[in-house]
């Protein structure tokens, strides 16, 4: 487990930028105050990153490399073009400090958690002013995380399309914990 490098923490936050917007520098501000106040942290094990508190992973450095599996939350992993993928294990992450944000109808929840792009006649509402090709949490109506995509329109363009519309592309849903099990955990 190490720390990031600089080109790492650059693709890192700006896949996370992208969702979080501004927001993005309350994942690493101190949790307390004083010069000694924890804080989170992201870590890079094999090729997934984790956020973890500070203490937590200077108590984890103890630990074999080959024996270490995981801590704290794991936001994604790195392709093997350097590219980073989020992970579905992110979602409270992102939900927490989201700028944009839709929330499907209950008839479009399940079309969502089996894997499908959210289209218009299944939108409830969602965040005003949103731009194209923006990152977003998708909420069903009772405000619970369901997972994230990115914006297929602009909230304006959205507005005007027939009920069958692509409104949002998926990226990740709470769905994959079965359906990609294997993957998601893999320690290898």
Known sequence: MRQLTEKETQTLFAKLANYTGSSLKNLI??????????????????DRVYYVRLS??????SIARDKFISMGVCLGKFTKT???????????VL?????????????????????????????????????????????NMNDVPLGFGITARSTTEARRLDPTGIVCFRQADCGEYLRDEANLFATG
């Not at 937590?56 to 450095?61: D, G, H, L, R, V």
């Not at 959210?118 to 965040?127: L, M, P, Q, Y």
Request: glycine share 10%; proline share 8%; net charge positive.
């Open 56 to 61: 937590i992973a200077n108590i984890a450095t």
């Open 29 to 46: 501000t101190p949790l307390g105050e004083g010069p000694n106040a924890d804080r989170f942290v992201f870590r890079l094990h094999k």
């Open 95 to 139: 939900a927490e400090h989201a700028r944009y944000k839709i929330w499907v109808k209950p008839n479009g929840e399940m079309p969502f958690l089996y894997g499908g792009n959210i289209v218009k006649a299944h939108v409830g509402r969602w965040s005003d002013d949103c731009p194209e090709h923006q990152g977003v949490v998708v909420y």
């Open 82 to 92: 350097g590219k980073f993928r989020l992970h579905i294990t992110a979602l409270p």
